[in-house]
Nanobody
Framework: QVQLVESGGGLVQAGGSLRLSCAASGRTFSSKFMGWFRQPPGKERNVVGHIRWNDGSTFYADSVKGRFTISRDNAKNTVDLQMNSLKPEDTAVYYC???????????WGQGTQVTVSS
């Protein structure tokens, strides 16, 4: 099992920045990837981006490319999401996730609310 705890959400004005952090514990060695997803009000949850633990390679959704950055600290088992140039459409509950040994997104945090005001 892998436990994930997010922190760092809040309210910010458009154009501002926020940094989310995800602390992982448990059998973290079984997860190749850590990722961030978001679910806007009334919409489905979609990927924001992800990072591979061993080499730090990243993937970003087109909607956040160039504005968001995912980083990891292997020693602390943490993954951060730096969000810059925030837009009202970035408003969502943000979830940290980790893959199972089989490669599926299996472990999820409790979510943290990010609200961007115009």
């Amino acid at each position: 099992q892998v436990q994930l705890v997010e922190s760092g959400g809040g309210l910010v004005q458009a154009g501002g920045s926020l940094r989310l952090s995800c602390a992982a514990s448990g059998r973290t060695f079984s997860s190749k990837f850590m990722g961030w997803f978001r679910q806007p009000p009334g919409k489905e949850r979609n990927v924001v981006g992800h990072i591979r633990w061993n080499d730090g390679s990243t993937f970003y959704a087109d909607s956040v490319k160039g504005r968001f950055t995912i980083s990891r600290d292997n020693a602390k088992n943490t993954v951060d999401l730096q969000m810059n140039s925030l837009k009202p459409e970035d408003t969502a509950v943000y979830y940290c996730a980790a893959t199972s040994s089989g490669g599926e997104w299996h472990y999820w945090g409790q979510g943290t609310q990010v609200t961007v005001s115009s």
